[in-house]
């Protein structure tokens, strides 16, 4: 536990640090996201989640996005994935940018007592095209993001299905910029998450985050913090040996 704690405080410094500087930018935003997981076999499964993101209580459009990836099972708590999102950003409800973005991601997990905690390395490309003033205009960068993330149960909601159940879930994900157009906004991003998911069975769970975001934007000392509050609806199909769906 204190090797959790330890690493828990070094994902936070650099929200720390940024909170100590000026020039900070800040708003509100509110997203709806779906998760999809198709266990197509024991080793195999199809991950997708699609995404709508309102920005300044509700009055823009913020982001829209779609990603797939097909993950293998290499150990038994270890998964690797690899995929493709498609990205497209909204300045006052007009598209002002897509990005294409395929990544590589490793995750496992551990269990110390009641609490799980998950790891996600994730590395991505990231292909902008953005439209300033009508003219468009291309760049890449890469992007390395670590999360931290841990979840208990809190209470059991009913005798007759043991998976129903109240989870209490927090973490931080840290995101960090690489390439030669990356100057000022090295940290990308670091998220602080807090939140609740109710776990309706083993295939179907609602999630409620809070979600403290802070990073570093492509100017001197300058830094954009959000409230974000997110619901996600994560749902599992598996295909079994007898090609039924749970």
């Known amino acids: 536990m204190r090797r959790i704690t330890i690493i828990l405080t070094l994902s936070l410094f650099p929200v720390i640090v940024c909170e100590a500087q000026k020039n900070i930018t800040h708003n509100n935003q509110q997203w709806l996201q779906y998760y999809n997981q198709l266990k197509l076999s ?139 157009e990356i100057t000022y906004n090295m940290l990308d991003n670091n998220r602080m998450l807090f939140g609740l998911s109710f776990q309706v069975n083993k295939n179907l769970d609602f999630s409620f985050t809070y979600n403290y975001q802070l990073g570093q934007r492509n100017k001197p000392s300058t830094y954009e913090h959000s409230d974000v509050f997110w619901i996600g609806i994560t749902h599992k199909i598996a295909f079994t040996h007898n090609n039924k769906t749970n």
């Open 42 to 180: 024991e080793s195999l499964t199809l991950f997708s989640d699609a995404s709508l993101r309102r920005i300044d209580n509700f009055n823009h459009w913020q982001q829209l996005a779609l990603r797939t990836g097909i993950g293998y099972q290499l150990f038994e708590n270890l998964n690797g994935v690899t995929g493709f999102g498609c990205f497209e950003s909204f300045n006052y409800n007009k598209p002002s940018k897509i990005e294409f973005r395929p990544y590589q991601e490793l995750n496992t997990s551990q269990e110390f007592g009641k609490i799980s905690v998950q790891h996600r390395f994730r590395a991505e490309g990231r292909y902008f095209r953005t439209i300033p003033d009508g003219e468009i205009t291309s760049n890449f960068n890469f992007r390395f993001r670590y999360r931290l993330f841990f979840k208990t149960a809190i209470l059991k909601l009913s005798k007759t299905i043991p998976e129903r159940k109240l989870f209490l879930n927090f973490g931080d994900e840290l995101f960090i910029n690489a390439g030669k």
